[in-house]
C-alpha cells in the first residue's frame, strides 16, 4: 500500500516559517519525482515545489527564494522549508510522488498552513 503522510502545518504569523515533511512508504523513493502542492479556498491547485529523482529543483515564482524542498532518500521524506511566510501563502498542502514512466500519481492528505496574524 502507498502512502504518503505530512506533517507540520499550523497557524503562523506573517514572516514566519514552517517545516512540513511528507513520508512515503510502498514506492521505490529513489525513483520518484516528488512535489508540493497548495490549494487556497477558491482557487485551483498549484505546484509550489518539485525535487526530481535526480536532485533538481523548480519552484513556483511566488515562492522562489522563500521556500526550499529537499529530499531525504534514506529516510524516504521530502520536506518543505517554508520561510517569510505571507498571507497569500494560506492554503492546504499536498504532497505527491510522481514516476513518469509507470505513470504512477500519489498523493497525500493534505496538511493546513494559515499565515495569519
Known amino acids: 500500500q502507498v502512502q504518503l503522510v505530512e506533517s507540520g502545518g499550523g497557524l503562523v504569523q506573517p514572516g514566519g516559517s514552517l517545516r512540513l515533511s511528507c513520508a512515503a512508504s510502498?514506492?521505490?523513493?529513489?525513483?520518484?519525482?516528488m512535489g508540493w502542492y497548495r490549494q487556497a479556498p477558491g482557487k485551483q491547485r498549484e505546484l509550489v515545489a518539485l525535487i526530481s529523482s535526480v536532485g533538481s529543483t523548480n519552484y513556483a515564482d511566488s515562492v522562489k527564494g522563500r521556500f526550499t524542498i529537499s529530499r531525504d532518500n534514506a529516510k524516504n521524506t521530502v520536506y518543505l522549508q517554508m520561510n517569510s511566510l505571507k498571507s497569500e501563502d494560506t492554503a492546504v498542502y499536498y504532497c505527491?510522488?510522481?514516476?513518469?514512466?509507470?505513470?504512477?500519481?500519489?498523493w497525500g492528505q493534505g496538511t493546513q498552513v494559515t499565515v495569519s496574524s
Open positions: 505527491n510522488a510522481y514516476h513518469r514512466f509507470l505513470a504512477n500519481n500519489y
Open positions: 510502498g514506492i521505490t523513493f529513489t525513483n520518484y519525482n
